[in-house]
T-cell receptor, first 120, second 109 residues
Framework: GAVVSQHPSRVICKSGTSVKIECRSLDFQATTMFWYRQFPKQSLMLMAT?????????EQGVEKDKFLINHASLTLSTLTVTSAHPEDSSFYICSARAGQLNSYLTDTQYFGPGTRLTVL | DAKTTQPPSMDCAEGRAANLPCNHSTISGNEYVYWYRQIHSQGPQYIIHGLKNNETNEMASLIITEDRKSSTLILPHATLRDTAVYYCIVKYYGQNFVFGPGTRLSVLP
Protein backbone atom coordinates (compact mmCIF):
# COMPACT_ATOMS: atom_id res chain seq x y z
CA GLY A 1 0.00 0.00 0.00
CA ALA A 2 0.85 3.73 0.02
CA VAL A 3 2.03 4.02 -3.57
CA VAL A 4 2.70 7.39 -5.16
CA SER A 5 3.27 7.77 -8.88
CA GLN A 6 4.72 10.60 -10.94
CA HIS A 7 4.43 11.35 -14.60
CA PRO A 8 6.49 11.85 -16.64
CA SER A 9 9.58 10.17 -15.23
CA ARG A 10 11.83 12.15 -17.51
CA VAL A 11 11.30 15.26 -19.63
CA ILE A 12 13.55 17.31 -21.87
CA CYS A 13 12.31 20.68 -23.01
CA LYS A 14 13.51 23.86 -24.62
CA SER A 15 14.17 26.99 -22.64
CA GLY A 16 11.05 29.12 -22.28
CA THR A 17 8.52 26.31 -22.41
CA SER A 18 6.32 25.13 -19.57
CA VAL A 19 6.37 21.64 -18.15
CA LYS A 20 3.66 19.95 -16.08
CA ILE A 21 4.44 17.12 -13.67
CA GLU A 22 1.67 14.99 -12.18
CA CYS A 23 1.75 13.31 -8.79
CA ARG A 24 -0.86 10.73 -7.86
CA SER A 25 -1.53 8.74 -4.72
CA LEU A 26 -2.72 5.40 -6.08
CA ASP A 27 -4.17 3.61 -3.09
CA PHE A 28 -4.90 6.26 -0.52
CA GLN A 29 -6.31 9.75 -0.26
CA ALA A 30 -3.72 12.42 0.35
CA THR A 31 -4.95 15.50 2.12
CA THR A 32 -1.49 17.01 1.85
CA MET A 33 1.09 16.68 -0.89
CA PHE A 34 4.61 18.04 -1.02
CA TRP A 35 6.99 18.98 -3.81
CA TYR A 36 10.75 18.69 -3.46
CA ARG A 37 13.68 19.48 -5.69
CA GLN A 38 17.02 17.71 -5.64
CA PHE A 39 20.14 18.89 -7.44
CA PRO A 40 23.00 16.46 -8.19
CA LYS A 41 24.85 15.24 -5.11
CA GLN A 42 22.58 17.27 -2.84
CA SER A 43 19.75 16.36 -0.52
CA LEU A 44 16.05 16.98 -1.07
CA MET A 45 14.82 20.53 -0.60
CA LEU A 46 11.16 21.20 0.11
CA MET A 47 9.64 23.60 -2.39
CA ALA A 48 6.00 23.75 -1.36
CA THR A 49 3.20 22.12 0.54
CA UNK A 50 -0.25 21.79 -0.96
CA UNK A 51 -3.52 20.89 0.70
CA UNK A 52 -6.45 19.66 -1.33
CA UNK A 53 -8.68 22.51 -2.39
CA UNK A 54 -6.49 25.32 -1.12
CA UNK A 55 -3.51 27.35 -2.24
CA UNK A 56 -0.05 25.92 -1.86
CA UNK A 57 2.38 27.17 0.74
CA UNK A 58 5.79 27.89 -0.74
CA GLU A 59 9.13 27.72 1.04
CA GLN A 60 11.25 30.83 1.23
CA GLY A 61 13.05 31.51 -2.02
CA VAL A 62 10.70 29.47 -4.20
CA GLU A 63 8.87 31.59 -6.78
CA LYS A 64 5.19 30.76 -6.67
CA ASP A 65 4.54 32.30 -10.08
CA LYS A 66 7.19 30.11 -11.62
CA PHE A 67 6.27 26.86 -9.91
CA LEU A 68 2.50 26.57 -10.11
CA ILE A 69 0.96 23.92 -7.90
CA ASN A 70 -2.57 22.61 -8.15
CA HIS A 71 -4.05 20.06 -5.75
CA ALA A 72 -7.53 19.66 -7.18
CA SER A 73 -8.36 16.27 -5.73
CA LEU A 74 -7.36 13.99 -2.89
CA THR A 75 -5.29 11.87 -5.24
CA LEU A 76 -3.73 14.33 -7.66
CA SER A 77 -1.35 17.26 -7.43
CA THR A 78 0.39 18.93 -10.34
CA LEU A 79 3.52 21.06 -10.52
CA THR A 80 3.95 23.30 -13.56
CA VAL A 81 7.34 24.80 -14.18
CA THR A 82 6.58 27.91 -16.23
CA SER A 83 9.02 29.42 -18.69
CA ALA A 84 11.64 26.85 -17.77
CA HIS A 85 15.32 27.75 -17.97
CA PRO A 86 18.44 25.59 -17.77
CA GLU A 87 18.88 26.42 -14.08
CA ASP A 88 15.51 24.74 -13.43
CA SER A 89 16.98 21.43 -14.55
CA SER A 90 16.69 19.16 -11.55
CA PHE A 91 15.09 16.06 -10.06
CA TYR A 92 11.57 16.90 -8.87
CA ILE A 93 9.97 14.60 -6.31
CA CYS A 94 6.51 14.67 -4.83
CA SER A 95 5.26 13.05 -1.67
CA ALA A 96 1.88 12.50 -0.09
CA ARG A 97 0.68 12.30 3.46
CA ALA A 98 -2.41 10.27 4.15
CA GLY A 99 -5.43 11.17 6.18
CA GLN A 100 -5.90 13.41 9.14
CA LEU A 101 -3.15 14.36 11.55
CA ASN A 102 -4.56 12.25 14.32
CA SER A 103 -2.88 8.93 13.91
CA TYR A 104 0.55 7.54 14.60
CA LEU A 105 0.76 6.22 11.08
CA THR A 106 -0.70 9.02 9.00
CA ASP A 107 2.16 11.48 9.52
CA THR A 108 4.37 9.34 7.32
CA GLN A 109 5.04 10.68 3.84
CA TYR A 110 5.24 8.41 0.83
CA PHE A 111 7.34 9.58 -2.09
CA GLY A 112 6.95 9.29 -5.81
CA PRO A 113 9.73 7.98 -8.05
CA GLY A 114 10.72 11.47 -9.18
CA THR A 115 10.82 13.37 -12.47
CA ARG A 116 14.10 14.29 -14.12
CA LEU A 117 13.72 17.66 -15.86
CA THR A 118 16.34 18.80 -18.34
CA VAL A 119 15.96 22.25 -19.87
CA LEU A 120 18.08 22.88 -22.95
CA ASP B 1 20.72 23.83 12.70
CA ALA B 2 20.72 20.14 11.86
CA LYS B 3 18.80 17.99 14.32
CA THR B 4 20.65 14.81 13.37
CA THR B 5 24.21 13.75 12.69
CA GLN B 6 25.04 10.75 10.53
CA PRO B 7 28.34 9.43 9.17
CA PRO B 8 28.69 10.43 5.52
CA SER B 9 29.40 6.92 4.32
CA MET B 10 29.61 3.29 5.41
CA ASP B 11 30.44 -0.04 3.85
CA CYS B 12 28.85 -3.37 4.65
CA ALA B 13 29.51 -6.86 3.37
CA GLU B 14 26.65 -8.55 1.58
CA GLY B 15 24.73 -10.88 3.90
CA ARG B 16 25.94 -9.15 7.04
CA ALA B 17 23.93 -6.81 9.22
CA ALA B 18 24.20 -3.13 8.39
CA ASN B 19 24.07 -0.89 11.46
CA LEU B 20 23.53 2.76 10.61
CA PRO B 21 23.92 5.19 13.51
CA CYS B 22 22.20 8.52 14.00
CA ASN B 23 22.89 11.07 16.68
CA HIS B 24 20.05 13.33 17.78
CA SER B 25 21.23 14.62 21.13
CA THR B 26 18.83 17.58 21.21
CA ILE B 27 15.69 15.56 20.50
CA SER B 28 12.56 16.62 22.35
CA GLY B 29 10.22 14.26 24.15
CA ASN B 30 7.56 14.31 21.47
CA GLU B 31 9.78 14.21 18.40
CA TYR B 32 9.75 11.07 16.30
CA VAL B 33 12.73 9.41 14.63
CA TYR B 34 12.14 8.52 10.98
CA TRP B 35 14.33 6.63 8.56
CA TYR B 36 14.10 6.85 4.79
CA ARG B 37 16.43 5.68 2.08
CA GLN B 38 17.02 6.85 -1.46
CA ILE B 39 18.36 4.55 -4.10
CA HIS B 40 20.11 6.35 -6.93
CA SER B 41 17.74 8.38 -9.15
CA GLN B 42 14.63 7.30 -7.25
CA GLY B 43 12.37 8.94 -4.71
CA PRO B 44 12.95 8.29 -1.01
CA GLN B 45 11.49 5.11 0.43
CA TYR B 46 10.00 4.99 3.90
CA ILE B 47 11.70 2.41 6.12
CA ILE B 48 10.58 2.77 9.70
CA HIS B 49 9.89 5.27 12.47
CA GLY B 50 9.56 5.33 16.23
CA LEU B 51 9.12 7.50 19.27
CA LYS B 52 10.55 5.74 22.32
CA ASN B 53 10.32 2.01 21.86
CA ASN B 54 12.35 -0.12 19.51
CA GLU B 55 10.50 -0.94 16.32
CA THR B 56 10.79 -3.75 13.78
CA ASN B 57 9.15 -4.33 10.44
CA GLU B 58 9.83 -6.43 7.37
CA MET B 59 12.58 -4.10 6.22
CA ALA B 60 14.54 -3.16 9.31
CA SER B 61 14.79 -2.65 13.04
CA LEU B 62 15.07 0.68 14.80
CA ILE B 63 16.87 0.77 18.10
CA ILE B 64 16.45 3.98 20.11
CA THR B 65 18.60 4.48 23.19
CA GLU B 66 16.88 4.96 26.51
CA ASP B 67 17.81 8.64 26.65
CA ARG B 68 16.66 8.95 23.01
CA LYS B 69 19.79 10.85 22.07
CA SER B 70 20.77 8.37 19.41
CA SER B 71 19.37 5.55 17.36
CA THR B 72 20.53 2.77 15.07
CA LEU B 73 18.87 1.44 11.97
CA ILE B 74 19.61 -2.23 11.46
CA LEU B 75 19.28 -4.02 8.15
CA PRO B 76 19.64 -7.63 9.33
CA HIS B 77 20.96 -9.19 6.11
CA ALA B 78 22.16 -6.53 3.71
CA THR B 79 21.94 -7.18 -0.02
CA LEU B 80 23.40 -5.28 -2.95
CA ARG B 81 19.97 -3.68 -3.46
CA ASP B 82 20.28 -2.02 -0.07
CA THR B 83 22.99 0.26 -1.45
CA ALA B 84 21.49 3.73 -1.01
CA VAL B 85 21.60 6.98 0.92
CA TYR B 86 19.92 6.56 4.30
CA TYR B 87 18.32 9.55 5.97
CA CYS B 88 17.60 9.84 9.68
CA ILE B 89 15.03 12.56 10.37
CA VAL B 90 13.77 13.85 13.69
CA LYS B 91 10.52 15.78 13.71
CA TYR B 92 7.39 16.64 15.61
CA TYR B 93 4.11 15.12 14.57
CA GLY B 94 2.78 17.22 11.69
CA GLN B 95 6.06 18.98 11.05
CA ASN B 96 7.59 18.88 7.59
CA PHE B 97 10.42 16.51 6.85
CA VAL B 98 13.87 18.10 6.57
CA PHE B 99 16.44 15.97 4.77
CA GLY B 100 20.11 16.20 5.71
CA PRO B 101 22.99 14.69 3.74
CA GLY B 102 22.35 11.18 5.12
CA THR B 103 24.68 8.18 5.11
CA ARG B 104 25.73 6.61 1.84
CA LEU B 105 25.69 2.85 2.48
CA SER B 106 27.60 0.68 0.06
CA VAL B 107 26.91 -3.03 0.28
CA LEU B 108 29.91 -4.89 -1.06
CA PRO B 109 29.80 -8.37 -2.65
Amino acid sequence: GAVVSQHPSRVICKSGTSVKIECRSLDFQATTMFWYRQFPKQSLMLMATSNEGSKATYEQGVEKDKFLINHASLTLSTLTVTSAHPEDSSFYICSARAGQLNSYLTDTQYFGPGTRLTVL
Amino acid sequence: DAKTTQPPSMDCAEGRAANLPCNHSTISGNEYVYWYRQIHSQGPQYIIHGLKNNETNEMASLIITEDRKSSTLILPHATLRDTAVYYCIVKYYGQNFVFGPGTRLSVLP
